[in-house]
């Protein structure tokens, strides 16, 4: 355990020190201990004299949501059909074929992105255009879109990857049930509903909270590479604020008074969603 206790202290705990600066006029020659203090300055900059704070907080809240509603879901379904599928071997090739696009890096499936919805020579358009007889769509220039794109994009690369988990509690489920229930004359929908699904709730409840703690986290890395000026409106979220003001402006204290919201939120959501479902039910994170 010694490596991964380490790297938890040295790169997650050892920084926090750093939030101080948050609540600083923060400054490179005077450093962290030198730096003069003023309190809760910065965040109140951000929420009452940033132009664009209630924007910024509505696209990452908006991005998030739809992401849970049409991402969560779909690898609890997409783990049912491989344990359902007869054929070991096909299940098998078909579980293979679903993981590669996890091993992609951002750069590439945002230049895929870039490069099949281009409205000149897109394959999307093309198709578009000669099997439905539609006018070639701006997909990344128009702000309507954006979101589309992005949770399209998110559950194709992340969709076969999140099924690990729920195959692994499936093939925890005792296979007497089954039998059983085939004994009890269960059809194979009811053999899924009371049987397979019953199985994956512990996992289905962690895994949900663990996503609460990233609501407002969206994906940087993939916004970053997507977003350009004719689609702000709906894809310039916190963390691309967060990287123009601390990195490219310098303005450190700034933005991690931000960041620090940000993950304050995350915080408060995990606990509180924590505490629901251990009130609930017997599982929990902790």
């Known amino acids: 355990?010694?490596?991964?206790?380490?790297?938890?202290?040295?790169?997650?705990?050892?920084?926090?020190?750093?939030?101080?600066?948050?609540?600083?006029?923060?400054?490179?020659?005077?450093?962290?201990?030198?730096?003069?203090?003023?309190?809760?300055?910065?965040?109140?900059?951000?929420?009452?004299?940033?132009?664009?704070?209630?924007?910024?907080?509505?696209?990452?809240?908006?991005?998030?949501?739809?992401?849970?509603?049409?991402?969560?879901?779909?690898?609890?379904?997409?783990?049912?059909?491989?344990?359902?599928?007869?054929?070991?071997?096909?299940?098998?090739?078909?579980?293979?074929?679903?993981?590669?696009?996890?091993?992609?890096?951002?750069?590439?499936?945002?230049?895929?992105?870039?490069?099949?919805?281009?409205?000149?020579?897109?394959?999307?358009?093309?198709?578009?255009?000669?099997?439905?007889?539609?006018?070639?769509?701006?997909?990344?220039?128009?702000?309507?879109?954006?979101?589309?794109?992005?949770?399209?994009?998110?559950?194709?690369?992340?969709?076969?990857?999140?099924?690990?988990?729920?195959?692994?509690?499936i093939a925890g489920i005792d296979p007497a049930l089954y039998e059983a229930a085939k004994i009890d004359g269960a059809s194979r929908f009811q053999q899924i509903r009371h049987i397979t699904l019953r199985g994956m709730v512990p996992i289905m409840i962690v895994l949900f909270v663990l996503t609460l703690g990233n609501f407002m986290d969206a994906s940087f890395q993939k916004i970053l590479l997507l977003y350009n000026s004719m689609n702000y409106e709906t894809s310039d979220v916190i963390n691309t604020f967060v990287y123009r003001r601390g990195i490219l402006d310098a303005d450190f204290s700034f933005a991690t008074a931000v960041g620090l919201f940000q993950s304050a939120i995350g915080f408060v959501l995990v606990v509180a969603a924590n505490r629901f479902v251990r009130k609930h039910s017997d599982t929990s994170l902790w």
């Open 1 to 169: 355990m010694l490596p991964g206790v380490l790297y938890y202290i040295i790169f997650k705990y050892v920084p926090m020190y750093g939030i101080v600066i948050a609540f600083q006029d923060f400054s490179i020659g005077r450093g962290i201990l030198g730096s003069e203090w003023v309190g809760f300055k910065h965040f109140v900059d951000f929420f009452y004299y940033t132009p664009d704070a209630w924007k910024l907080i509505r696209n990452t809240i908006l991005l998030n949501v739809y992401d849970l509603i049409f991402h969560f879901p779909l690898p609890i379904l997409l783990a049912v059909l491989f344990h359902e599928l007869r054929s070991a071997r096909f299940r098998r090739i078909v579980q293979s074929i679903s993981y590669m696009p996890h091993f992609l890096s951002t750069v590439v499936i945002a230049g895929i992105l870039v490069t099949f919805l281009s409205p000149t020579t897109g394959i999307v358009n093309a198709l578009l255009v000669q099997l439905l007889g539609l006018e070639p769509i701006a997909f990344l220039g128009m702000p309507e879109w954006f979101r589309t794109v992005y949770v399209g994009s998110e559950i194709w690369q992340k969709l076969g990857w999140g099924t690990i988990l729920y195959m692994a509690a």
